[in-house]
């Protein structure tokens, strides 16, 4: 008996392991491109990230606008009036802020940088007679040529939201070489953005059609503040990183913190040492939660990294394991459970009608495990009383698991 568990346990590990994939993604020497990747189809697509200056979202219902940041497309306001100054637009002595993409969602661009509240968006000015939004700002935009800068004025004009259509202008800064433009975002609803280039006049296919996860790129970290390179999430997806534990060997992911900030994974699971070069973090995992075009249900896959080249060749190394094929999840069952009081200050009950050996694990917003304790329930209804008095005032997330089922129930410390 003990050599056939002997041989299943290792059978197991076995599997386990096995269903572990490694990955390169190379982003070129200088980390030239933009490596838009699948979990389930791998690298969908290499584009050199200096084709495009700015980007506008295809959703009908969003008014985001992006600036090529990664590429050194830089954009400032314009302060010496509105669109309606077009014509005398006069940079002399002015001092620049410049506006950046945001690192937390993609519907905030750089030229939504200045928005307040609804009505405004910060290009624009939204019209609820008729549902569009008008321009009402002038920007500058400089893009990178080489060694040196082509500076333009820019203005969105409009974008008709019944039709899902962007109209923009631009010009030399003498008003020279001014072009309108109209972009028709139904034409381009197998992408999220219609990238464009100022330098060029054209639109530029940079995204794949195929759905993506995880972007392999540079850009502008305004927290450090540094320009980057890391891995920006998609629209949609949604991370959750654990720190301080086996890389290989951690699968207790938890399905209530979960969150969509597109850069969770970013770029600080490496630093740079002067003597060793790269080095990266080896405690930290992710795990990635989202739905392609045919999916019905999440799929989730677990991530971590185990190299980074640099400069060099602009090579990412990582694991990738699929945590649903693997039969590894978190499930959300027919059991009952309740947490109160809720708030809570120095204890909480677990109220529950699993049965059997049960473990209550309790995790803090970014997923990490704070509190773990175990019991021998009756059938019926069943009381635990959690000590959470050392735990610090926040959002927390408790998980009551028995066998292979489990639920689990938000709670907040005063």
């Given at each position: 008996m003990k050599l056939l568990f002997t041989f299943l346990f290792s059978a197991l590990i076995f599997t386990y392991a096995f269903s572990q994939t490694s990955v390169d993604v190379v982003t070129g020497p200088g980390y030239a491109n933009d490596v838009y990747y699948s979990f389930t189809g791998d690298t969908l697509k290499t584009a050199p990230r200096s084709n495009w200056d700015?980007?506008?979202?295809?959703?009908?219902?969003?008014?985001?606008?992006?600036?090529?940041?990664?590429?050194?497309?830089?954009?400032y306001t314009w302060p010496g009036g509105t669109i309606e100054d077009w014509e005398t637009v006069d940079t002399t002595g002015i001092v620049w802020t410049p506006m950046y993409n945001s690192i937390e969602d993609w519907e905030e661009g750089a030229f939504n940088a200045h928005a307040t509240e609804h009505p405004d968006y910060g290009w624009g000015i939204y019209n609820m007679a008729n549902h569009n939004i008008y321009g009402d700002s002038i920007f500058i935009v400089k893009?990178?040529?080489?060694?040196?800068?082509?500076?333009?004025?820019?203005?969105?004009?409009?974008?008709?939201?019944?039709?899902?259509?962007?109209?923009?202008?631009?010009?030399?800064?003498?008003?020279?070489?001014?072009?309108?433009?109209?972009l028709e975002g139904n034409n381009y609803n197998n992408v999220s953005y219609i990238h464009y280039s100022l330098v060029n006049d054209s639109i530029v296919e940079q995204e794949p059609a195929e759905d993506w996860?995880?972007?392999?790129?540079?850009?502008?970290?305004?927290?450090?503040?540094?320009?980057?390179?890391?891995?920006?999430?998609n629209s949609g997806v949604q991370i959750q990183q654990v720190n301080g534990v086996s890389q290989a060997d951690f699968v207790d992911y938890n399905?209530?913190?979960?969150?969509?900030?597109?850069?969770?994974?970013?770029?600080?699971?490496?630093?740079?040492?002067?003597?060793?070069?790269?080095?990266?973090?080896?405690?930290?995992?992710?795990?990635?939660?989202?739905?392609?075009?045919?999916?019905t249900e999440n799929q989730i896959w677990k991530i971590y990294f185990t190299g980074f080249s640099g400069s060099s060749t602009g090579t990412y190394s990582f694991v990738k394991q699929?945590?649903?094929?693997?039969?590894?999840?978190?499930?959300?069952?027919?059991?009952?459970?309740?947490?109160?009081?809720?708030?809570?200050?120095?204890?909480?009950?677990?109220?529950?009608?699993?049965?059997?050996?049960?473990?209550?694990?309790?995790?803090?917003?970014?997923?990490?495990?704070?509190?773990?304790?175990e019991a021998t329930e009756d059938a019926g209804l069943n009381k635990q009383t959690l000590n959470i008095s050392t735990l610090p005032s926040g959002i927390y997330n408790a998980k009551l698991s028995s066998g292979n089922v489990s639920k689990s129930v938000k709670f907040i410390k005063e």
């Open positions: 700015i980007a506008f979202i295809t959703s009908q219902m969003s008014v985001s606008a992006l600036a090529n940041n990664g590429a050194g497309v830089m954009v893009c990178p040529v080489g060694n040196s800068m082509v500076v333009k004025k820019f203005a969105i004009v409009l974008k008709n939201a019944s039709q899902n259509v962007w109209t923009f202008k631009y010009a030399d800064l003498n008003g020279e070489n001014e072009k309108t433009v109209t996860q995880l972007l392999f790129t540079k850009y502008y970290d305004y927290n450090i503040p540094y320009y980057v390179t890391g891995v920006l999430a399905s209530g913190v979960f969150n969509d900030t597109i850069s969770e994974i970013g770029s600080d699971w490496k630093h740079y040492d002067f003597t060793a070069g790269y080095v990266v973090t080896d405690d930290v995992v992710y795990f990635v939660q989202f739905k392609e075009a045919n999916d699929d945590m649903l094929s693997t039969g590894i999840k978190d499930n959300v069952s027919g059991k009952s459970l309740i947490a109160y009081p809720n708030p809570a200050k120095g204890e909480l009950n677990i109220i529950h009608d699993f049965d059997g050996a049960v473990e209550i694990t309790v995790y803090n917003i970014s997923g990490q495990l704070v509190l773990k304790q």
